[in-house]
Structures are given as structure tokens and as C-alpha cells.
């Protein structure tokens, strides 16, 4: 019954918005005006029932080369603040600062353009074989909110519409796998026309997806990325995850400094800021859409613990 309830998420949120304008315009006695605001407002804070506590899922990583983790289950979980919409082990991920022009937060109403970016066009592969349930690929990539006036609107209004519009407007353009286990992956804020695949399709582990970009509810390029036990954002629970084949670094980016190890971290991941190297898997064999397999100087390496 949860379930049901938070796949309706977006439609609750809805529903508020409009009985908050009927009783504002129209006299409703009390207390039917209190229920038709309050019932899909308490509707809207129901979510999804978080499966019983596992091992973290062991998968392929959706990057390849030189990334920095931000807003990480290795740091706090939920890692985004919320257990809304899949995302209590998500992950972001962006170019180190060394290798991206330095972030300034100045006053104009025009943003960075996203191919000024570093990341922007850096391919996202499948972290497992499986099969494509959706694609969007359609919306166009905004300019960066790298500004306090542009930052200020994406936290509000701009984010508030995202809410409205649901998985589309928050995700952007974005691929879903649901894997052979059964566990299915989002990968969001894609660049637009970039996917590779399309619904209905075989993929197989390590292949490329689409590529990097700035739709949705994004301040820059990045790759925002997800494990979840369900299909539907809205109505699935996160599950965690691990990536073979990092090579992570001791140091933290200086840009993500001010983000530490928190209480209920996963130690098996990245924590926040932390830079980490993927190279290239070795796939399993050609046509094979199993799971790939780290090249023997990658095996091992990925306990996030001892490089904090």
C-alpha cells in the first residue's frame, strides 16, 4: 500500500498546489476546507517502505577515468538529504577541480554554457546488464545555475516547478536498466540526443549509454546516478552499491573541502570530494551481457576506508 501511495508522489503534490488555490479563492467551510489541503499533503509525505538492510550490490562503475563523488552514501546516508525518488544511495558525480575551470558565485543572470564544462559529453556507461525500461531524451541542456541570483531560483521557484513536473523535471533526460538481479539503475541529467539505446533494448555490462549533461534539476554538468528496486523513481526504494576497479585518492578536492565523513556512511564508497580513477573493464567475452570484470591492477581496490 506505501508503495502504491508514493508512486503517486508527483500527483499528490499536485493536488496540494490546486486545493491550496480552490480554498484560497473559494470560500470552503471548515473543516472540509483543512482535509482537502491537508489529505494530499500528508498523501505527498508517504514513501516508498525501505526493503530489509543488505550487502551493497557489487557493480560496474558508470564513468571511466578521473571523477570526484558529491552528495555520497559514503559520506551520509540518505545521501541526498532524502529517501524521495530512489535516491538514499545516489551519487554525483563531476570533474575534478583541477581539471575544470574555478567556480565563481557572482551576480549575473547568465550562467557558464554547459560545454564549457569539463564533463559535459563524458560518456555514462551501464554499471550491469540488463534490459533499457525508458528513455528521455528530449530536453534541452540549461545553462550552469552558477550564480547566487540563478542558484537562488533552481532552490526555489525553479526547483518548485521540477517538483511539480516529477521524475522528468528533477531527473532531466535520463536512462532506467533494470538489471538481471532484478535492482534497476537511473542515470540522470543526461545531454540531450545523446543516448545510445532505447527502450526495450539489451545492454550489456560496461556499455556506453549515453553521455553527460545539464537537464533536469542540475546547477552543472554532472552524472547523477542511482540504484533503486524498483522501476518507477517515485515509487521505488534505494539500494546500495559498489563499484569494482577504483583507484581512490587520499586527499579530498579542495572545491568539496567542507564536506566530511558523516554518522552512517557506507565505507565501501567514495566519500564526498574524494577523487577516484576507473579504467577500463575487462568484459567477460564478446556478446556477453554479464557482469565485467576489473583488469588485474584494478582487483581489490576498492575499499574507500583506507583512503579517507
Not at 575534478?96 to 560518456?123: D, H, M, T
Not at 567514495?270 to 577516484?276: A, D, E, K, L, R
Request: proline share 10%.
Amino acid at each position: 500500500m506505501r508503495s502504491a501511495i508514493a508512486r503517486g508522489q508527483t500527483w499528490w503534490l499536485r493536488l496540494f498546489v490546486l486545493a491550496v488555490v480552490v480554498t484560497a479563492v473559494v470560500d470552503v467551510p471548515f473543516p472540509w476546507g483543512l482535509l482537502l489541503v491537508a489529505v494530499p499533503f500528508l498523501l505527498f509525505l508517504v514513501r516508498p517502505p525501505q526493503p530489509p538492510s543488505r550487502d551493497p550490490v557489487p557493480v560496474l562503475a558508470p564513468v571511466r577515468g578521473r571523477w570526484v563523488a558529491l552528495n555520497s552514501p559514503g559520506s551520509a546516508v540518505p545521501s541526498h538529504g532524502v529517501r524521495s525518488m530512489g535516491q538514499t544511495y545516489a551519487v554525483d558525480l563531476l570533474v575534478p577541480s583541477g581539471e575544470e575551470a574555478p567556480a565563481r558565485l557572482g551576480w549575473s543572470l547568465r550562467g557558464r554554457r554547459p560545454a564549457s564544462y569539463a564533463a559535459f559529453g563524458r560518456p555514462v556507461h551501464a554499471m550491469a546488464g540488463g534490459t533499457v525500461l525508458r528513455v528521455a531524451d528530449g530536453q534541452r541542456d540549461h545553462r550552469a545555475r552558477d550564480t547566487w541570483p540563478l542558484l537562488i531560483a533552481m532552490l526555489t521557484v525553479d526547483g518548485f516547478w521540477r517538483e511539480l513536473r516529477g521524475a522528468a523535471g528533477l531527473l532531466g533526460n535520463h536512462v532506467v536498466v533494470e538489471h538481471d538481479d532484478g535492482t534497476c539503475a537511473a542515470y540522470a541529467h543526461l545531454r540531450r540526443g545523446s543516448a545510445t539505446v532505447a527502450a526495450g533494448a539489451r545492454v550489456a555490462a560496461g556499455q556506453q549509454l549515453a553521455e553527460v549533461g545539464n537537464t533536469g534539476n542540475s546547477s552543472e554538468p554532472h552524472l547523477h546516478v542511482q540504484l533503486m528496486d524498483g522501476p518507477r523513481p517515485s515509487g521505488a526504494a534505494g539500494i546500495p552499491m559498489t563499484w569494482s576497479g577504483l583507484e581512490l585518492e587520499p586527499a579530498l578536492d579542495p572545491r568539496w573541502t567542507g564536506s566530511g565523513v558523516k554518522p552512517g556512511a557506507q565505507p565501501e564508497f567514495p566519500v564526498n570530494g574524494q577523487v577516484f580513477t576507473v579504467a577500463e573493464p575487462r568484459l567477460a567475452g564478446p556478446g556477453t551481457d554479464g557482469p565485467a570484470q576489473a583488469g588485474p591492477a584494478q582487483a581489490g581496490s576498492t575499499q574507500a576506508g583506507s583512503a579517507r
